[in-house]
């Protein structure tokens, strides 16, 4: 994966799994900042999957469906083009990324959400050089009931 892989905004599919409630035709009402809470967590253990180089917790994050760089050229749709992507993430001495959500919000349902990251990623450029690179990305997600989590 090139820098320019996550230079671009990345949206993920990202798995959120949280309890999810049926009660018919009532009115329920969503805690957002729990919500929002329980997004950022969701996001900085999707980041300490790739930190740790654990690509199976890194995948359970990651929607059959999701889409990667999505509108990019280089965009990565479905978990196994995206395990195929990174990959080089989860390899020894391979590239590192480590991000940190800077802000959280759900939509009013409760169901939709997205989180704005930073990030820093280091690789060893094609002329050996060590190369650090900076920027933000936003991570949409999508709330998965519990019976039906990866």
């Known amino acids: 994966m090139t820098s320019a892989h996550v230079g671009v905004a990345i949206v993920a599919g990202l798995v959120w799994i949280a309890p999810c409630v049926t009660r018919g035709v009532e009115a329920q009402t969503i805690d957002l900042k729990a919500a929002e809470a329980a997004i950022t967590r969701a996001d900085e253990a999707f980041c300490q999957a790739v930190t740790d180089r654990r690509p199976d917790h890194f995948l359970a994050f990651v929607a059959d469906d999701a889409t990667f760089s999505g509108g990019a050229p280089q965009q990565l749709r479905g978990r196994d083009a995206v395990a195929k992507a990174w990959a080089p993430y989860f390899a020894k001495g391979g590239p590192t990324l480590v991000w940190k959500p800077v802000s959280a919000k759900v939509l009013v349902g409760g169901d939709l959400g997205y989180t704005v990251v930073t990030y820093t ?14 920027g933000n990305y936003l991570v949409d997600q999508v709330k998965v009931p519990k019976s039906t989590a990866v």
């Open 121 to 134: 990623r280091h690789a060893i450029g094609s002329d050996g050089k060590a190369v650090t690179g900076h």
